[in-house]
Structures are given as structure tokens and as C-alpha cells.
């Protein structure tokens, strides 16, 4: 099987991730902070879950789904370096 064809699921679940990733705001109302642990914690249950998971039928990279864990990567960068503060929020 062609790398590439293996690379576009890994892509695009980390564009989405990091899309979604980029919709989360910290205001007052909503003030959770991911810290170090929560981090930990998120990264653990994604691999947990993309390990149950399994790969995408017909292939042979990885028997973990590398889709899922790129976008649960994409969703922690997006939410870390874009989703700060919303607008208004100082």
C-alpha cells in the first residue's frame, strides 16, 4: 500500500482536531484549564480508545488508529495555541 494513501487519514484527523481544537475558549463562565495531569490523562484514554479502536480496514501501519490519535493530538495544539481567550477577553 502507497505511504501516501496512509498519510491522508493521519492528515486530515489532525486538521480537524486542530480545527475543533481552535473552538475551544476559556471565558468566565467556562474556565477549565488543561494542566500537565488532565493532559496525561487525555492523551492515556486516546490511546486506550484508538487501541480499541483498531486501524482503518485494509491497513497495515499501525494496530492502533492513527487517525484518531492524530485529531485527539490536533484537538490539545488547536485548543493550546489558538483557543486562549475569546474575543472580548482580556
Not at 495544539?77 to 482580556?90: E, H, M, P, R, V
Request: no cysteine; glycine share 14%; net charge neutral.
Amino acid at each position: 500500500m502507497s505511504s501516501l494513501i496512509v498519510i491522508g487519514p493521519i492528515l486530515f484527523g489532525f486538521l480537524i482536531g486542530l480545527v475543533v481544537g481552535t473552538r475551544i475558549h476559556k471565558t468566565e463562565e467556562n474556565s477549565f484549564k488543561l494542566t500537565g495531569g488532565a493532559i496525561v490523562a487525555i492523551i492515556i484514554g486516546a490511546l486506550l480508545m484508538s487501541w480499541n479502536l483498531g486501524q482503518f480496514p485494509f491497513y497495515n501501519d499501525l494496530p492502533i488508529a492513527t487517525a484518531f490519535i492524530s485529531a485527539v493530538i490536533g484537538v490539545l495544539i488547536g485548543s493550546l495555541l489558538f483557543g486562549n481567550s475569546a474575543k472580548g477577553d482580556n
